[in-house]
């Protein structure tokens, strides 16, 4: 037995307990020990003024595989899309959501459903506005385009895993003044992001969206794990390399 | 149900004398709006999670975000909160969530039959008046909450046998405690439109049409058929109160019996009978009961007129229960909303005047003399329609038990009988200025009496009309300046609350009077007979000829606006705003994106020119000097023995395959050369086809030996597509044989390749540093599992684009070569001494490049340069 | 419902999970058995997902809406390219003409896109300073013209002297912070997977 | 004489073109045509990649056949196969808007069995290998003396400053001050200095990434344009 998978194992059960014990203590209200980050206050201006003046929310979940690591980055921005579908709800038009992988674009129409259900609008749930738009990276960023230019969107949530072709989509959203949110897990298209969004969401923020849009204790909790875990890797760090340096390791 | 409280969140039975579920920690009675400030009692958790909270989210957040749209975003995700809080208890408490969500699950309309489980304001409800009624609650703090002077008539009927039973000391407490009951009332026109705004747009099945905030009776029908049904006479005005059960089904039959059983303490079972008699008899009851319980009815009409999104800063309904029945999605939230407590506050502020206008009215009526209300029996239906079960109770009293009540609340029916309508009390007036023209003289007023005369008036006979005689009252009563009323006896503080159902039938002829400003009539006018028409041998009901003798054509009011000067400065400044905000925005809006377009335009058209210039007219050579990780891979190559089993993972997009096959194009050569037993496997759909491309554009025309075998596929074999990313990645580096679709153990590539392990090197040619890093991960995920894995070394040929964050999986060893983009191919070439693809395509990238280059330094300058002038324009206009 | 689904996610997940990190049997080979399931399931979901693509277009053809002509143009791509690779299949299973067409229609396309960024991005890359005023733009921006530089090869062709050393500095660089980025999205990914795990994020059957 | 290559070579070269317009015209109709042609064949091939690769060698195939890739599967195996059968079934039921929640229970399986995957691969090859890494960079005290051995520290240094600056400039805890109660929480001051070191070497490492894009963007767009020019000629 290798004892990294031990450490592995350790690290998780740590994980778990310390975000259930976050979750305890701050549950029923909400977590309010976080640093302000703009383009999370942005977005919620942003949702007022979508359902202020009627036009469409569109939420991009990326082209992530489930089964894979980008998967991190799409249920966060499933997390988002539930909020966000809550939210918008008393708006006239209701939001949609465009995905790059077809099980995304089945958990996408299934966390609509369940956001307008909560918010007692099930009637404003359509199946279509949960959808796939391509099913290869480039396929998918072209067809959202025409999402963004046909429908009326005044706010895109770009939460999800993108790759430098998330581009397209930031361009035309520009072009077409509307606003656009938007972070990705994948390092280049973040960078890209920063250059053509609005408002970036860089390195772990995205991570971030569910805490910061209230979306339950226990994203809150997880966002503290979080920080707990990066005291303790800097502590590893920090200490393995002394012991490097003095030849233990 | 007496001893027992059902919790409204988890809907388990607590002790009555509990104030907090002891199962989920629920409030189980709401503090008095009347008395707490607007703050919310404690929200458990689950609260914001039923269904009938998530519902009013949205109505919520929209007030909300209209605040923070203007500015203050640095105030974090407070706004969120409520809604924030629903889902929070998503993960608190699974076990009731689900039960929850169950409810949820079954659509808002299965919420009403389940209050207690799928509707916590109706939980709220029954808790929230009736510990507005309990006896400990101090007389100021439900006072608040008597807003007669804006209550319907009905509402007075229901204040009636509280306000009957009022021990003296109440009359001076009661009125400056009404003031804030009446600040609502001075709003009440203010929302009232709004209820009807509201109403218009509001899809809640259990919603009025707006009409019904104004015609009490439609309404009626559409709320309350079944128990009105067992109530003896239908009342225009009752519905609304039995309306706030209809919601609840059973609210009628429970919430009577709980609050007398309260009043009274004992069980409900009992309390609609003998509940009435004894505080009607001894005024057990305390004041603090009255307003409360006016309080309940108080939300109503909000109520009814589908106030329920809008309802929440209004005081009266705070504990107005009303709203908490009829829009139950709407009212709990708000209650249990911390953002919500400004709004609360400053609606107290806003309506004062109004306050002003509305109190003297309303106590106007408390000066009504004793010896006016001696004939008040016609009223005695009035109690009755408004709670049919206390109606059916008086009904059954034999006279014996009721002589002595009798007396108190027939004075305080007479001396309401003529009681005019107070200045905020729009229903009758409105049904009387919308339906009823003023009528010529001469024309009796019975016809429009008729239209409000309720059934069993015309039923009356001479002996109800005798006790009728003493019952007129001049309709002037009302100017009595209100700062006497304080220094009233209880009586006449509490009496002029009692309206009998049949005199605010008749309030509107009060109305014409009132608005025709006509002197009070004389007493010997108040003490004729009528005659003629329903109302024939009743004494002192208001007299119509002297009345339509003395009409004159109403006064006109004007249209026009009466603002302060200081109001005209504010709405002028708010129009300039708004003018200084729209026009400019817009034109600022246009010439950037013309400009955009036209630098966007500029930009491209620079780019693709120098790409093209580059290509004909070459000006910079290949770097020389190849960077650490290439040799390494270079070296790597060199170092095979010949036939080697090599894998090469074909992980990038057709996008960037340009720019890989110029990097692998080269490496993939060296392999050749070298013999290696090519294994091509991918994790894209698209791998494949870019595959063949690449071997394709590996051979040269005059094709060396070394190609042939490759030429004809007998050197390579293809492995195929893994699905599901990673984990397709882990089943095929765990056991290649199952993993990957195309594995053919018989193939003479594969006869000494069991496992990954035995491979003496992978390629990873990828063009993302999600791929790349899904392939590490899994196989140092995989070392431990597959022997000798970590001992093969892992190329990677990348995308200048993946290079720079994949070059830390060189110093994790768990890459050992990297060769990226369009120079390193070239560079290979160069080592390869075999000029290819790359070699052709450089020097147009390079022409590209330093345009880009030029653009960029060029372009980012001004425009930062710019963006400074323009920052410091803005901070000199400001 | 939920409640089932929820304990079927956390059940198989928590199996995998103890199969990466315990190789105890019959662990890995339940992992194993596990993750292939899945990769079937959703090959099978990418069926769906592509009638959900056609229904979607379809939807805007049959209602006229706006751009309704290019779904049609959508639709017989696609069922044009279905039919041939079909047919291929059941003739020569390594469908060469499939792959070509595909090497001719969707390559070009993907790599024009790729190419139009160069425009795109260039352009992002001059309204940068305009769009953003802070200390990370100008550094963000000043790093790229230094890397572009970089990557144009001009240090190693002017030959200046320590082109070496700065070239391999540029290539530690982006090394240092890409590593803290790496680990802290690693941290993020880990705790967003653990939600799952243990039922607090349910994204399914909502 | 057209053949096969040159329809292709001709198709190719003119959805180029029409893609290309997008830098000239922005989105337009030509531009428009090509992308949905372009969604229509990937969506197809996906299908025939993923019916041909996956459906048939894993499920069918040995459902029928009781061979996976050649080899035999034992009874066991085949009946386990059954499983994703049932489950893809299921998962079929989200086409009907009646029976879609029937479809929860695969997608609650790919879901919980994605997580697992995405934890284990992220545990054991990002946090675990990147951290010793790091820490395998620093020399031991006996190399430091050597030239090589100074340069090696400076770098580990380096490389452990910027990792730890970058992993806190993230740090998400944060406090409201009492002295201004209105203000938003910020972080403690030793945070905030990390935080600003961090934001240093994250410019530069976004810097290097978007200079990465845009140079595989230029190796694109000059491999199109390459094409274009040599195929011009035979048009």
């Known amino acids: 037995m290798n004892w990294m998978g031990i450490a592995g194992l350790i690290l998780v059960v740590v994980c778990v307990g310390l975000m259930f014990v976050f979750a305890l203590l701050h549950r029923g209200r909400p977590y309010r020990g976080l640093r302000s980050i703009p383009a999370f206050n942005r977005l919620r201006r942003a949702v007022g003024l979508a359902v202020e003046d009627g036009s469409r929310l569109h939420v991009s979940l990326g082209s992530a595989n489930l089964l894979g690591p980008q998967a991190a980055s799409a249920l966060v921005g499933l997390s988002m899309l539930d909020r966000i579908a809550q939210l918008s709800s008393i708006s006239d038009r209701p939001p949609v959501a465009t995905s790059g992988d077809s099980t995304l674009a089945i958990l996408s129409q299934d966390t609509l459903r369940s956001g307008f259900r909560s918010a007692n609008a099930l009637d404003q749930y359509d199946p279509t506005r949960g959808r796939v738009a391509g099913l290869t990276p480039f396929s998918y960023a072209v067809g959202v385009i025409p999402t963004l230019v046909d429908e009326s969107v005044s706010a895109n949530i770009l939460a999800g895993h993108f790759g430098p072709e998330v581009a397209l989509i930031a361009d035309t959203a520009d072009q077409h003044g509307s606003f656009t949110l938007a972070g990705s897990d994948s390092l280049p298209g973040q960078a890209v992001l920063y250059a053509t969004a609005q408002e970036p969401l860089i390195g772990e923020e995205l991570f971030a969206g569910g805490a910061y849009l209230q979306a339950g204790p226990m994203h809150a909790a997880s966002l503290r794990t979080q920080d707990v875990l990066r005291w303790a890797l800097a502590g590893g760090l920090v200490l393995g390399a002394l012991l490097k340096l003095v030849g233990i390791l | 149900m007496a001893d027992q409280i059902r919790c409204p969140m988890c809907s388990r039975l607590n002790p009555a004398d509990l104030d907090v579920c002891q199962y989920c920690q629920a409030r189980l009675k709401p503090l008095i709006a009347g008395s707490t400030p607007p703050v919310p009692p404690p929200t458990p958790p689950s609260q914001p999670e039923t269904p009938s909270q998530n519902a009013d989210q949205p109505s919520e957040e929209a007030p909300d975000w209209l605040h923070s749209l203007r500015g203050k975003e640095e105030t974090g995700a407070s706004e969120w909160d409520n809604t924030a809080e629903s889902s929070s208890g998503e993960e608190d408490i699974p076990d009731w969530l689900s039960r929850i969500r169950e409810k949820s699950d079954s659509g808002p309309e299965e919420t009403a039959p389940e209050p207690p489980a799928s509707s916590p304001p109706a939980g709220n409800e029954l808790p929230d008046w009736l510990t507005g009624a309990t006896f400990e609650e101090p007389a100021q703090q439900s006072q608040p909450s008597a807003p007669s002077g804006d209550l319907p008539d009905w509402l007075r009927d229901i204040r009636e046998p509280d306000e009957r039973s009022a021990p003296g000391p109440a009359g001076p407490a009661s009125g400056p405690e009404e003031q804030p009951g009446d600040l609502a009332s001075g709003g009440e026109p203010g929302w009232l439109e709004q209820l009807r705004s509201q109403q218009m747009v509001s899809d809640s099945p259990s919603a009025p049409p707006p009409s019904a905030a104004f015609s009490p009776g439609g309404a009626g029908e559409n709320q309350i058929p079944d128990w009105l049904q067992s109530s003896p006479p239908p009342q225009p005005p009752q519905p609304p109160t039995p309306a706030e059960g209809s919601t609840g089904s059973e609210q009628p039959s429970e919430d009577l019996p709980e609050w007398l059983s309260n009043l009274m303490g004992e069980p409900p079972s009992t309390s609609s009978e003998p509940s009435i008699l004894p505080w009607a008899a001894a005024g057990e009851e305390p004041p603090a009961q009255t307003p409360d319980f006016t309080m309940t009815g108080a939300g109503q009409p909000m109520d009814w007129g589908g106030a329920a999104v809008f309802s929440i800063p209004e005081p009266g309904e705070g504990a107005g229960s009303g709203p908490a029945q009829m829009g139950q999605e709407n009212i709990s939230p708000s209650l249990e909303t911390p953002g919500e407590t400004p709004d609360w506050l400053s609606s107290f502020g806003e309506p004062s005047p109004g306050a002003d206008q509305v109190e003297p009215d309303w106590l106007a009526s408390l000066e009504n003399p004793p010896a006016q209300s001696q004939a008040s029996v016609p009223g005695e239906p009035g109690p009755a329609v408004e709670e049919p079960q206390y109606y059916a109770s008086l009904q059954q009293t034999p006279p014996a038990e009721s002589p002595e009540p009798t007396p108190d609340w027939l004075e305080a029916l007479g001396s309401d009988q003529p009681a005019p309508p107070p200045a905020s009390e729009p229903t009758p007036a409105l049904l009387f200025e919308e339906s009823l023209p003023t009528p010529p003289p001469g024309e009796p007023v019975e016809p429009f009496v008729m239209a409000d005369l309720p059934d069993w008036l015309s039923a009356l006979g001479p002996a109800e009309s005798g006790q009728a005689k003493e019952s007129g009252q001049p309709p002037a009563q009302p100017s009595t300046p209100k700062g006497t009323e304080p220094a009233e006896p209880a009586e006449e503080a509490i009496v002029p609350a009692e309206l009998p159902s049949w005199v605010q039938a008749m309030r509107p002829i009060e109305s014409v009077a009132a608005s025709s400003a006509a002197p009070p009539p004389s007493q010997e006018t108040d003490q004729r007979i009528e005659r003629a028409g329903p109302l024939a041998g009743l004494k002192g009901i208001l007299p119509a000829e002297p009345l339509v003798a003395e009409y004159r054509k109403p006064p006109t009011y004007s249209v026009k606006l009466q603002t302060s000067e200081s109001q005209k400065r504010y709405a002028q400044l708010l129009d300039e705003m708004l003018a200084n905000e729209t026009e400019p925005l817009a034109h600022r809006a246009e010439r950037l994106i013309s400009s955009q377009r036209v630098l966007r335009l500029v930009v491209g058209i620079l780019v693709v020119a120098a790409v093209l210039l580059g290509s004909f007219y070459p000006f910079m050579p290949i770097p020389s000097q190849p960077a650490v990780e290439m040799s390494n891979l270079y070296n790597a190559v060199e170092a095979l023995p010949g036939s080697a089993p090599v894998l090469m993972v074909f992980d990038y997009e057709p996008a960037l395959a340009g720019e890989m096959e110029s990097a692998a194009a080269p490496v993939l050569d060296h392999l050749m050369e070298k013999g290696a037993r090519l294994s091509l496997v991918t994790t894209s759909p698209t791998g494949q086809a870019l595959a063949d491309r690449l071997l394709g554009s590996v051979f040269t025309p005059e094709a060396p030996d070394y190609q042939q075998p490759y030429l004809d596929r007998q050197a390579v074999i293809d492995l195929g597509y893994l699905a599901g990313g990673p984990a397709g990645i882990y089943s095929f580096v765990i056991n290649p044989g199952l993993g990957a679709p195309r594995w053919a153990a018989d193939n003479s590539n594969l006869q000494d390749v069991h496992s990954l392990a035995d491979y003496r090197q992978i390629f990873l040619l990828t063009d993302s540093l999600d791929t790349g890093r899904a392939w590490l991960e899994q196989l140092a995920a995989a070392g431990p599992s597959v022997p000798g894995l970590d001992e093969v070394p892992v190329m990677l040929v990348t995308s200048a684009q993946a290079a720079p964050l994949l070059r830390p999986y060189l110093d994790s060893r768990q890459a050992d070569g990297l060769l990226n983009g369009l120079m390193g191919g070239a560079q290979y070439e160069q080592l390869l001494q075999r000029p290819g693809v790359a070699n052709r395509r450089w020097d147009s990238f390079a022409g590209g490049l330093l345009a880009a280059i030029v653009l960029v330094v060029v372009g980012g300058l001004v425009n930062g340069t710019l963006s400074l002038f323009s920052r410091r324009k803005t901070k000199d206009e400001a | ?206 | 004489m057209f053949t096969m290559d040159v329809i292709l070579g001709f198709v190719s070269f003119l959805l180029t073109l029409l893609v290309l317009s997008y830098i000239l015209a922005g989105d337009n109709p030509f531009f428009r045509v090509a992308t949905y042609a372009f969604i229509g064949v990937a969506a197809a091939y996906v299908v025939l990649v993923v019916f041909q690769q996956v459906l048939w060698p894993k499920l069918v195939l040995p459902l029928i056949t009781g061979t996976q890739n050649g080899v035999p599967l034992t009874q066991v195996q085949r009946v386990l196969l059954l499983a994703p059968l049932l489950g893809g079934l299921l998962l079929l039921t989200k086409l009907s808007p009646g029976f879609s929640r029937f479809g929860s229970f695969p997608m609650a399986y790919l879901v919980g069995v994605g997580a697992a995957v995405t934890v284990g691969g992220v545990v054991m090859g990002t946090i675990f290998s990147q951290s010793l890494a790091a820490i395998n960079l620093f020399p031991s005290l006996s190399q430091v003396g050597t030239a090589q051995g100074l340069v090696a520290l400076v770098d580990a240094l380096f490389m452990l400053i910027g990792a730890l600056a970058t992993l806190f400039y993230f740090y998400f805890g944060a406090r409201t001050r009492s002295r201004q109660p209105g203000q938003p929480p910020r972080r403690s001051r030793f945070i905030e200095g990390l935080a600003w070191v961090g934001q240093i070497f994250i410019a530069i490492t976004f810097g290097s990434l978007f200079a990465g894009v845009y140079i595989a963007a230029l190796t694109a767009l000059v491999e199109r344009i390459s094409f274009l020019l040599n195929f011009s000629p035979i048009l």
């Open chain 3, 1 to 206: 419902m939920k409640p089932v689904a929820t304990a079927i996610a956390i059940a198989f997940g928590l199996i995998v999970l103890l199969g990466y990190f315990l190789p105890l049997p019959p662990l890995p080979a339940l992992r194993d058995t596990f993750v292939g399931w899945a990769v079937i399931l959703a090959a099978i979901a990418t069926l769906i997902g592509v009638i959900n693509l056609l229904a979607v277009h379809t939807n805007k053809i049959s209602l006229q809406q706006p751009g309704n002509g290019y779904s049609l143009i959508l639709i017989a791509a696609f069922i044009l390219t279905l039919i041939l690779g079909l047919w291929e299949i059941l003739t020569s299973p390594a469908a060469p003409l499939t792959r070509q067409v595909v090497n001719s229609i969707q390559f070009p396309v993907e790599a024009s896109l790729m190419g139009v960024l160069a425009a795109s991005l260039a352009f992002a890359s001059i309204r940068l300073l305009r769009r953003r005023r802070s200390l990370f733009a100008i550094l963000f921006f000043v790093a790229t013209l230094v890397f572009l530089v970089a990557g144009s090869g001009l240090f190693g062709i002017l030959n200046l002297p320590g082109a070496d050393y700065l070239q391999t500095a540029l290539d530690r660089l982006p090394v240092f912070g890409g590593r803290g980025l790496l680990l802290g999205v690693a941290l993020g990914s880990l705790l967003t997977g653990l939600r799952v795990l243990v039922g607090a994020d349910r994204p399914y059957g909502g």
